[in-house]
C-alpha cells in the first residue's frame, strides 16, 4: 500500500488499516479493517475501536455493544445508515455477493 495510511498493530500479528475516524461526543472513534503482516492485502474482518489518551500515548479498545455500533457506524461510514435501518435489504446485498 502506498501513499498516506495509518495502520494500527495491536500485536504482531494483528493489524488494521483505518478506513475512517470520527470525534463522536469527544471521544475518538476508528473503523478498521484487518490487514495481513506484510501491509499490503486486506483481510474481510472489520471492527470498530475508541480511543483513549494517557498523556501523548493513544490506547484503543473495541466496540463491542450493539446499540453503541450503531450509532457510531453511520458518523463513521455514512453508506451503512441504510443497511442498518433496513436489515432486509443487507441480507439481500450479501446474498448478492455470495
Request: hydrophobic share 40%; glycine share 4%.
Given at each position: ?6 495502520v ?11 478506513i ?10 476508528s ?35 450493539k ?11 455514512p ?12 441480507k ?7
Amino acid at each position: 500500500m502506498d501513499g498516506l495510511y495509518t495502520v494500527v498493530e495491536f500485536s504482531k500479528d494483528d493489524k488494521w488499516f483505518v478506513i475512517s475516524e470520527k470525534i463522536i461526543d469527544g471521544i475518538k472513534y476508528s473503523y478498521l479493517i484487518r490487514v495481513n503482516e506484510k501491509e499490503d492485502d486486506f483481510i474481510n474482518e472489520f471492527q470498530i475501536a475508541k480511543s483513549y489518551y494517557d498523556g501523548s500515548a493513544e490506547y484503543m479498545d473495541i466496540v463491542s455493544d450493539k446499540e453503541m455500533i450503531k450509532k457510531i457506524m453511520p458518523v463513521l461510514m455514512p453508506e451503512a445508515e441504510e443497511y442498518i435501518n433496513n436489515p432486509k435489504k443487507l441480507k439481500e446485498l450479501l446474498n448478492q455477493a455470495s
